[in-house]
């Protein structure tokens, strides 16, 4: 393999391959990314056996040819480089790697060592604008459970249906779900379950990119094409496995309505719940006083060996008054999945699961349990 590309091209693809790289003693190729020549572009893969990355840049291919080497020694070579042309060569399973006065070889391996990154082939299930799918995914991951003995709730929940997109999120604690049109119809329901770090990587990715995304699915993967506006730009294709197993019907969990109602500033809230995490105790406690009369909400937070705190905000309030309890941190969580200045809170009582969501929007909602009183 022989070839020419700019500097800053490939630390693009570096920095979006090697991100799943870790360090791997069982399979040491896992620390590794596969370099090939592709079409007339250079590719670079990286994979951890649940995700598979590749990314393609602009080169000028003077030979073709592949080869395997440390993800993390060669990233941190060419990060450190000025950006200019770099030429890269195999030889022996080593690469040759120059720049101006700079110049390393890597030890690789054979490219066959590497392990087959799965091509996914089936029908395009859609296609949507990056930014908007990216937005959706950030809005909902807070809320997926990171404990891998429930793998039904390890993972965003995606349910296709009557040209909506509609994303979902459980720990058992809180629950969040989000709901995108888009133009395509389908005829039948289609859904799945993407693993929480496919969704985690495919965030990252898509917070650099400016263009469409093409969802293709088989049976137990799914393939994330993105497709960037700017050609320069690498050309970039996800893998993941998905999870074998039924979401939660959480549908019922929904409150219809609501016996408390609240109406306030998302800003105000935050920074009251801010400082009185500061005084929270090791539940991460913070109690929640709603007086319709006096249209205040009275945040607090009492520890014995740290003292204690209490914020009055003001607040629309329509139904009874409440006093209810929170873990300050899944609060925080859904704020700050909000993007409207106004808020809506409904409340059932201090033991039943209350919603938030932008006071205009009903597209996306986030439910949160009380902590119970003891």
Do not use: H
């Not at 890269?88 to 690789?108: D, F, R």
């Not at 969704?199 to 995304?213: F, Y």
């Not at 607040?315 to 006093?323: F, R, S, V, W, Y």
């Not at 919603?355 to 205009?360: A, G, P």
């Amino acid at each position: 393999m022989k070839l020419v590309c700019l500097q800053k091209n490939l630390q693009k693809g570096l920095n979006i391959a090697e991100k799943i790289v870790g360090k791997n003693t069982t399979l040491p190729i896992l620390n590794n990314i596969l370099l090939e020549t592709q079409n007339g572009l250079l590719s670079i893969s990286s994979t951890n056996l649940e995700i598979g990355i590749n990314c393609r840049i602009s080169a000028k291919i003077e030979k073709t040819g592949n080869i395997t080497i440390p993800a993390k020694l060669f990233s941190g070579f060419v990060n450190n480089l000025p950006n200019d042309k770099i030429f890269l060569e195999v030889k022996n399973n080593n690469l040759s790697a120059k720049l101006l006065n700079y110049k390393a070889t890597i030890s690789g391996e054979s490219a066959d060592n590497f392990p087959i990154i799965p091509k996914i082939t089936g029908e395009e299930l859609f296609t949507i604008n990056a930014a908007v799918f990216k937005n959706g995914l950030n809005q909902i991951i807070c809320a997926a459970s990171l404990a891998e003995n429930r793998p039904e709730i390890n993972g965003i929940f995606i349910n296709i249906v009557k040209g909506k997109i509609i994303m979902a999120a459980t720990d058992s604690f809180r629950l969040a779900e989000k709901t995108i049109n888009f133009n395509k119809k389908t005829e039948n329901n289609i859904s799945f379950i993407i693993p929480i770090r496919g969704a985690q990587e495919l965030s990252r990715i898509l917070s650099e990119k400016n263009g469409e995304i093409d969802l293709v699915m088989n049976k137990n993967q799914i393939l994330f094409s993105i497709k960037d506006n700017d050609i320069e730009e690498p050309r970039v294709d996800l893998v993941s496995r998905l999870i074998d197993g039924n979401f939660p019907d959480y549908k019922q969990l929904i409150p219809k309505d609501f016996k408390t109602k609240l109406i306030i500033n998302k800003n105000d809230l935050f920074n009251a719940v801010k400082i009185s995490s500061v005084f929270s105790g090791k539940i991460n406690d913070v109690k929640f006083s709603i007086f319709g009369a006096k249209k205040e909400v009275d945040v607090a937070a009492k520890d014995f060996s740290a003292g204690e705190n209490i914020s009055k905000i003001s607040g629309e309030i329509t139904g009874d008054d409440l006093e209810v309890t929170f873990n300050y941190k899944y609060i925080i969580d859904g704020l700050n999945s909000l993007s409207g200045e106004k808020i809506f809170w409904g409340f059932n009582g201090p033991t039943q699961p209350a919603l938030l969501r932008v006071l205009d929007d009903r597209d996306y909602f986030y439910i949160v349990m009380p902590i119970r009183n003891q």
